[in-house]
């Protein structure tokens, strides 16, 4: 069964640390993994998308990363801001023509000052 | 990257009454989506919207249930019919490729 697993379910941290998020996909065949950000009341805004020759990629103080052998990837946020409070959700492509995404249930982050 | 406005923001609706969701892109697309996000959870496809044919839905959805227009390549609606206290949830839509999906707002719906 394709599944995204993300880790932890929530997290707390002081502003101004880093924080790494997980995910774990079983999602196959694999084309490419995204991340995105969602605001309280807002839709999902991506991040980052990898392809599963891709290893890492930055998006300012976001870098995530890819290891499609043992299919984790990771999402690590440098400085975090207050800004940065948001839930974090790991969706994985499949390699079809359908277009559909399977989600994670998302990393609820809180950054306090 | 496209621009999605949906209508209404938020809305509470009684039991067995029907609420029609707007979905506005500011560019022509060939696909959108409709999710469904229910509280704590994360986004469930409910179905595909393609201009020029039905709706394709996905398991646990029927199209009596949600009714789903799509008269342009810019707009596209979906109704949540003779609606429960389950239907309460976050409608969103969706636009974009195989390699890039760009989501609305999304529509806050309270069934009381």
């Known amino acids: 069964k394709n599944q995204v697993e993300q880790s932890p379910q929530s997290l707390i941290i002081l502003e101004g640390k880093n924080c790494t998020l997980q995910?774990?996909?079983?999602?196959?065949?694999?084309?490419?993994l995204r991340w995105y950000k969602q605001d309280t009341g807002r839709g999902p805004v991506s991040l980052t998308i990898?392809?599963?020759?891709?290893n890492t990629k930055s998006n300012g103080r976001y870098t995530a990363t890819l290891d499609a052998d043992t299919k984790q990837s990771s999402l690590h946020i440098t400085a975090s801001q207050l800004s940065d409070s948001a839930s974090y959700i790991c969706?994985?492509?499949?390699?079809?023509?359908?277009?559909?995404?399977?989600f994670g249930s998302g990393t609820r982050l809180l950054v306090r000052p | 990257s496209a621009v999605i406005s949906q209508k209404p923001s938020r809305d509470i609706c009684q039991r067995g009454t029907s609420l029609t969701i707007q979905c506005q892109v500011d560019?022509?697309?060939?696909?959108m989506f409709w999710y469904r996000q229910q509280p704590g959870q994360s986004l469930t496809l409910i179905a595909t919207?393609?201009?020029?044919?039905?709706?394709?839905?996905e398991s646990g959805f029927v199209i009596d249930k949600f009714p789903i227009s799509r008269p342009n390549l810019t707009f596209s609606t979906l109704t949540v019919s003779n609606m429960s206290p389950e239907d309460s949830s976050i409608y969103l839509c969706?636009?974009?490729?195989?390699?890039?999906?760009?989501f609305g707002p999304g529509t806050r719906l309270t069934v009381t």
């Open positions: 969706s636009v974009g490729s195989f390699y890039e999906q760009y």
């Open positions: 919207a393609n201009q020029g044919s039905e709706a394709t839905y």
């Open positions: 990898m392809t599963f020759s891709e």
């Open positions: 995910c774990n996909y079983t999602v196959s065949p694999f084309s490419n």
């Open positions: 969706v994985v492509g499949g390699e079809d023509s359908s277009y559909k995404l399977i």
């Open positions: 560019s022509q697309v060939t696909m």
